[in-house]
C-alpha cells in the first residue's frame, strides 16, 4: 500500500520491469508523469508523515532525501529543528 498521492512498489515494480522497447507512446508518458508526481509527492511529504513501505522505496529511487522541501524551508528560516 502507498502513501495518498503516491506511486505503489508495485506499480513501480511493474513499470521498471516492462522493457521500454514493448511500451507504447502512451505508456512511456504515462511513466514519466507517474514518475514526476511521484518525486514531486516525495520531496513534499515529511519524513515523519510516510509509511514505512513509502520510505523503503524512496530510499531505493531517486527520491531517498532525508527532508521533505517543507521541512528544508522552514529550517532555512529559522523554524524547523536544525
Do not use: C, F, Y
Not at 50 to 63: E, F, L, V
Amino acid at each position: 500500500m502507498s502513501d495518498i498521492g503516491r506511486e505503489s512498489l508495485t506499480d513501480k515494480a511493474s513499470a521498471a520491469i516492462k522493457p521500454d522497447s514493448e511500451k507504447s507512446t502512451t505508456e512511456h508518458v504515462g511513466d514519466k508523469m507517474k514518475g514526476t508526481s511521484d518525486s514531486m509527492a516525495s520531496s513534499l511529504q515529511p519524513q515523519h508523515e510516510k509509511s514505512t513501505t513509502q520510505k523503503m522505496g524512496d530510499s531505493m529511487s531517486s527520491n531517498s532525501t532525508n527532508e521533505s522541501l517543507l521541512d528544508k524551508a522552514k529550517n532555512a528560516m529559522g523554524m524547523g529543528d536544525k
